[in-house]
């Protein structure tokens, strides 16, 4: 019969590696956004994506823009309205 410590160390561990794995899987995932490059994601720009950057820039939506009489879409992030990017197609007269 295993020690009600073993188990609960055991316990620990499992939950842990769960943790560890779902925060890792949900990294992956933001950094797999589409619509960002790595170099997008970057926002300091030191080179390295951090997880909280990662969630920023994936944690956002569109909207259509003109920019000097081009149709865009911005990219705005959901946290505090902030734009990330502009991506503009084609002219308007």
């Known amino acids: 019969m295993a020690s009600p ?4 160390l055991s316990v620990v561990a499992a ?9 890792s899987g949900s990294f992956v995932l933001f950094l797999m956004d589409p619509r960002f490059t790595y ?3 970057d926002l300091n720009k030191d080179g390295v994506v951090s997880f909280s950057e990662a ?4 944690s956002s939506k569109e909207r ?3 920019v000097n009489g081009q149709k865009c879409i911005e990219f705005f992030a959901l946290k505090d309205g902030l734009p990330l990017k502009v991506v503009c197609h084609e002219k308007v007269l």
């Open 15 to 23: 939950l842990l590696l769960l943790a560890a794995i779902l925060y």
């Open 64 to 66: 259509a823009i003109f």
């Open 39 to 41: 170099e997008e994601m």
């Open 55 to 58: 969630d920023y820039v994936s």
């Open 5 to 8: 410590v073993k188990f609960l």
